[in-house]
């Protein structure tokens, strides 16, 4: 087993994404985002004792004792304090009661727009992605919103989204890959922190849009041992290597 003082990527990632909770938020996860089920359940096994969570299942707070291979495992009904349809999720996001909430993406551009819809056009796609589910007004209504994506290329971060399926013009948006940290907007890109073992010439060489880079650079932080605990307990299967790297 990997000891305390040697975090893996993927935990420096899921760390990363727990940090971004803050104590007392309301979070919430929608279809395929186990990532953002174990950040947190690490975060509120931590620092954010006090975070609400509302899952895409239907549960308000279910025990986050374990992590599922499926973010639409019946295993989170358990422990619930209570119930929350879809429809009470969006109008708690309408009403901007929802605090946090993590997104994926296919492509990511500098602008911050994501594509979960099509290679291609609409009209004559070339490969059909997942879909946008609720992403394109949750990401809206939510108060931070924070793209996630596990594996940086030139593929998913592109000069141009080849279809906008979620966009967010007024405001900036955090990016986290297993690279680093970005913040995207209408006026470009920039790299906000590199994770330890990333270098500014990987980094460039898997974006595919330009960024500025400050001087000097930070470096995100270890997990720390209460954060390295909790994720090792609570996802003892490893499913975060194969979704992180």
């Known amino acids: 087993m990997t000891s305390l003082a040697s975090p893996t990527p993927a935990e420096t990632v899921i760390a990363a994404m727990a940090r971004e909770i803050e104590d007392g938020a309301v979070v919430a996860t929608g279809v395929a ?18 975070s609400t969570y509302i899952a895409c299942v239907g ?12 973010s639409e495992d019946l295993g989170y009904l358990a422990g619930r304090s209570g119930e929350v349809s879809i429809p009470d999720l969006f109008d708690h996001a309408r009403r901007g009661r ?27 796609p ?5 879909g946008v589910a609720g992403a394109a007004t949750l ?3 939510v108060s931070r919103p924070v793209i996630v994506l596990g594996r940086q290329s030139r593929r998913n971060l592109v000069p141009r989204v080849q279809v906008a399926s979620t966009t967010d013009p007024h405001r900036r948006i955090r990016l986290l890959t297993d690279l680093g ?17 990333a270098t500014d010439a990987e980094i460039t ?41």
């Open 181 to 197: 940290a970005f913040e995207l907007g209408a006026d470009g890109a920039a790299l906000t922190a590199r994770h330890a073992w």
């Open 59 to 70: 549960a308000l707070d279910p025990a986050l004792d374990r992590l599922h291979a499926s």
């Open 139 to 141: 990401r809206r209504w």
């Open 98 to 124: 929802i605090d946090v909430m993590f997104f994926g993406a296919a492509e990511v551009d500098a602008t911050g727009d994501t594509n979960l819809s099509a290679a291609g056009s609409l009209d004559r």
């Open 205 to 245: 060489q898997r974006t595919g849009f330009a960024f500025h880079t400050p001087s000097p650079l930070p470096v995100t932080p270890a997990p720390s041992p209460e954060h390295l605990h909790a994720i090792r307990r609570i996802d003892p299967d490893h499913l975060r290597d194969r979704l992180i790297g």
């Open 33 to 50: 985002s186990s990532l953002a089920i174990l950040a947190i359940a690490v975060a509120k096994a931590t620092h954010a004792p006090r």
């Open 126 to 130: 070339q490969v059909k992605f997942p």
